[in-house]
């Protein structure tokens, strides 16, 4: 179902298009993006979708520039089929929101769908075996949108609580410590035996790697740690097989195997 009772002739669809190689693209965004007319997002994940670019037209952006997209997006899609990429989920700090933002603000007629992604969460788990089968939080590291103070409040409060954490934008070129303050909070309230996965450029056809480490000597790995990987960080129950996380669910408690 979209969203608003369209009086126009366009639509706007937000897709996620997965972490990045084409089998993890679903059925759903590749017709999408086949049948739009107009494709807009920026060249990283242009590129992710490539072998999907025919006759349509596409739009290049870049980085910063996000809020012009969603405007531009939205005016094309009055009269156009107008899809805008999005890397992973187009939700987990994705272009929806900020779409949908400026749909309100302009009081659009707009019909926009939203199409689901692969998130990175998801696809780091399943390299890293099964981290996150019970409950976890993810928090961006990301301190452009969000202060600073409140990510460490957030960080604090999922720790402390014993949810597995997932960690979405750990560092940048500006945000070069980020990920050290990050792992010094939540030290306070998990062993250093806590299993921790860094995994760089899931499903990606280039730079993918895999480290499978602990708490306590995630920061030997320190360099490893950039704007294209996640950090899983188990919980209490937590554990390593066969370079593996498993972090139990509860079934050991209740059933003999
Ligand atoms: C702005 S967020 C976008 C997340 C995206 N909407 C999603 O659902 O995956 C960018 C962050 O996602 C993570 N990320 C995205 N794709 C990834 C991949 N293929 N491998 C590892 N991390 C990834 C990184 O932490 C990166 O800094």
Do not use: C
């Amino acid at each position: 179902m979209s969203l608003s009772q369209s009086h126009n002739n366009g639509m706007l669809y937000v897709v996620g298009i997965g972490p990045g190689s084409p089998d993890h693209l679903t059925i759903k965004a590749a017709n999408v993006l086949k049948n739009a007319d107009i494709i807009i997002g920026n060249s990283t994940y242009l590129d992710q979708i490539n072998h999907l670019l025919n006759s349509q037209q596409v739009i290049r952006s870049t980085m910063g520039h996000e809020v012009e997209r969603a405007k531009k997006a939205i005016h094309l899609a009055r009269d156009n089929t107008v899809a805008m990429v999005s890397g992973g989920d187009s939700n987990i700090y994705g272009m929806a929101g900020l779409v949908l933002e400026v749909a309100r603000h302009e009081n659009s007629q707009v019909d926009i769908e939203i199409v689901p992604g692969v998130t990175a969460l998801s696809a780091v788990a399943s390299l890293l075996g099964a981290p996150v089968v019970t409950d976890f939080a993810v928090i961006s590291l990301s301190d452009l949108l969000t202060p600073w103070d409140t990510i460490e409040k957030r960080l604090h409060a999922t720790s402390d609580a014993d949810m597995v954490i997932g960690i979405y934008n750990p560092k940048s070129r500006q945000r070069n410590n980020n990920f050290q303050r990050a792992v010094k909070i939540i030290r306070r309230s998990r062993e250093d035996s806590v299993p921790v996965g860094i995994v760089k450029n899931a499903l990606r056809s280039e730079g993918e790697s895999v480290i499978v480490t602990t708490l306590g000597k995630v920061l030997e790995y320190n360099d490893e740690v950039d704007m294209r990987t996640t950090v899983i960080i188990g919980n209490s129950e937590s554990g390593i097989w066969n370079s593996r996380i498993i972090t139990p669910r509860g079934y050991h408690k209740k059933y003999d195997y």
